[in-house]
């Protein structure tokens, strides 16, 4: 006979939480257990708790499978882009990258156009994974020649990125976010401008000062031309190693799906890998998997250019799949509706309520370790409590970016904080206080909110409209 129901009580949250948080730090800190390890052992940490209120395993097991199947896109395309990774610079195109920049860029300028061209392939691709892939590690190569500080560097990177995904009408969270919101995707973009255009300003004038200070006099120019001259010494680097980027990016831009377009560059990379560098085609084919090996004469880019592959997105697919499971198990459970039901009786004001709003975000990520469940998670929790405030949904969805999106790379556990450190090769810690774009949103956007500067509202006629509507159609 089925238990009766009960309600998840804020102490029983609290204490599933509280054990979930001690059982993954301890393990990470004093154990040093892999996290997807962790993740997939915290799953058995929610079944007493649900069992307690009367939820059966099959349910907390169907809540969980759930979150994973709409996340799963994203768990296939970071495998899509270790494998064109791979490709890219069997091929040579991450390595033509940064031979190109080294050639072309002075250390004056390079942090300010490395936030320009990160955020200008973001913006044409709408993937800040993508870009941390290629243009992204073609400036971490070109950073380290000009002798620019790695965390510096990377700071630039993760800025152009993360603004060009959340500005782009091609990124999934740019259209999840108005989707669970409420809104359109051009209204969700023209109102991110207000929080994100002045922190992105402020961000590459501070990377321009930043970039005077390590002027022309301090590159070693010696070892620049040392590191294009190894790469030019393994690859060739004519206009032909760029095609398969300029196809990828011509895809994306045409709408088309991520998956197939990543997986088409990759292709191509092998392609060219086997036509244009010499390569055999079972080793080009084969670098999908394990990745590029090599030998480049230079501990610098033997680091940086042997990687890549299916096989080393493996344990990030995996935090991502268990993290995503997790996250739909504490939904189910009720432990994190639980958690914000008790969060939201302090909000009295709308500055308040974004607040709150940034902190589920921040704890969506923290414990479930993916954009997508906290922005699906903070929008369905909040979206009430912003019309109670006769706030329009478009304060919402950028709310949810501003957090959920731009907070996602500062997370050192989270799925985008471990995939932006490995892929740049510069712990969470080291790049995080340059990611000026990442964390003065959030606070920009808590500044609106204790204002009302730009958090537009419904009139009570408009509201009163839009009541109606949604009897009529039942929504």
């Not at 000062?209 to 010494?233: E, N, T």
């Not at 009720?334 to 921040?362: D, F, H, M, R």
Request: charge should be neutral; aromatic fraction near 10%; glycine fraction near 12%.
């Amino acid at each position: 006979m089925e238990k009766e129901r009960s309600k998840m009580t804020f102490g029983m949250a609290s204490l599933c939480l509280g054990l979930i948080v001690a059982v993954m730090m301890i393990g990470i800190l004093v154990y040093k257990i892999k996290l997807p390890t962790l993740l997939f052992l915290c799953w058995l940490l929610v079944v007493p708790f649900a069992k307690k209120i009367g939820i059966p395993y099959s349910e907390l097991q169907d809540g969980g499978f759930e979150m994973i199947r709409k996340g799963f896109e994203a768990v296939v395309i970071i495998l899509a882009v270790g494998a064109l990774t791979g490709a890219w610079i069997a091929s040579g195109t991450v390595p033509g990258l940064i031979y190109l920049g080294l050639k072309i860029m002075s250390p004056t300028f390079f942090l300010i156009t490395a936030l320009f061209l990160c955020s200008i392939v973001s913006l044409a691709t709408g993937t800040s994974w993508g870009t941390l892939a290629t243009a992204g590690l073609a400036c971490m190569g070109i950073g380290e020649g000009l002798g620019i500080p790695a965390g510096m560097t990377a700071g630039a990177v993760v800025c152009g990125a993360f603004f060009g995904d959340k500005m782009s009408p091609l990124s999934d969270t740019t259209n999840m976010c108005p989707a669970v919101a409420g809104t359109d995707v051009i209204t969700h973009i023209k109102h991110m401008v207000y929080t994100t255009g002045p922190t992105y300003v402020l961000s590459a004038i501070i990377f321009l000062v930043f970039g005077f200070k390590y002027g022309s006099g301090s590159a070693d120019m010696g070892s620049v031309q040392g590191l294009m001259d190894a790469i030019s010494g393994i690859f060739k680097v004519g206009f032909v190693v760029y095609i398969p980027a300029i196809v990828v990016i011509t895809l994306l831009i045409m709408r088309q799906s991520p998956v197939t377009s990543i997986l088409i560059g990759a292709v191509l990379g092998v392609i060219v890998a086997a036509l244009y560098q010499g390569q055999t085609l079972n080793y080009s084919a084969a670098t999908l998997y394990t990745g590029f090996s090599g030998e480049f004469g230079n501990e610098f880019l033997n680091n940086l250019l042997n990687r890549g592959g299916i096989i080393s997105m493996q344990e990030l697919a995996t935090i991502m799949i268990a993290g995503l499971g997790l996250g739909g198990m504490l939904r189910v459970s009720g432990v994190l509706p639980a958690i914000v039901t008790k969060l939201t009786e302090y909000i009295k004001s709308v500055g308040v309520l974004v607040v709150n709003t940034i902190v589920i975000c921040i704890l969506g990520l923290s414990v479930g370790g993916s954009m997508a469940f906290t922005h699906v998670m903070a929008g369905t929790l909040m979206s009430p409590l912003f019309r109670e405030f006769k706030l329009k949904p478009e304060n919402l969805s950028r709310v949810l970016e501003d957090a959920g999106t731009l907070v996602a790379p500062l997370i050192p556990w989270g799925g985008s904080g471990v995939y932006t450190a490995t892929m740049l090769q510069v712990p969470t810690v080291v790049y995080a206080p340059y990611c000026f774009v990442n964390y003065l949103t959030p606070i920009v956007s808590i500044i609106y909110g204790f204002t009302g500067f730009s958090m537009k509202k419904y009139t009570d006629e408009e509201l009163a409209d839009l009541e109606r509507k949604e009897a009529l159609t039942g929504v």
